[in-house]
């Protein structure tokens, strides 16, 4: 009976241990993209406000926030349609408020799910209809590299007056798993 158990003992014990990789990182992440991600809260209800927030590769999150009483747009603004957009994403990194870092499972998620960003960005959007008035957005984009290795943005989701996700199960999990959002998309 001893004997039994010992050996029941040590399989669990091993079940357990190799299950424990489930959060850890099956890419190579020098692969990715300094960035991969990004948040960009806008509103212009009241003039013109920008906070975007960045995500490197090893998880750590920093900030930058502009705003305007007017229709101009402030120094420091990110246009994403813009060339130079990525460029001003690493300075974020480099110059802006640290946010800290997301745990490792969230960490994780990112790093495994990645690789699908290029394909859900030709995703359709659902739409969740109006929820809220003059809060803006909060969109949430993946960074991914093309074949060229050049960066490029994969949207996501959006929060706000109008909520939006990719119509995709896959990307509502990752999207909901990764709580950035106060709402789950469905």
Known sequence: MKRLFIVLLTILLTLFVSGCDK?????DISLLPEIMMIKVHENYAWGRHQSITVIDRD??????SNDTNDDEKPNGWVE???EGWYESLLGIAENGESGGTLSANVIGSIHRNAGNFAEWNALPRKDYGEIMMDYGKDALY???L????EPRLAWLAEYGDNPYCADNSQVMKFVN?????DYKFK
């Open 177 to 181: 798993g990764l709580k950035i959002f």
């Open 80 to 82: 994403l349609s813009e």
């Open 142 to 144: 993946g960074v991914y």
């Open 146 to 149: 093309d074949d060229n290795g």
């Open 23 to 27: 959060g850890e990182s099956s890419v």
């Open 59 to 64: 998880g750590n999150q920093y900030s930058q």
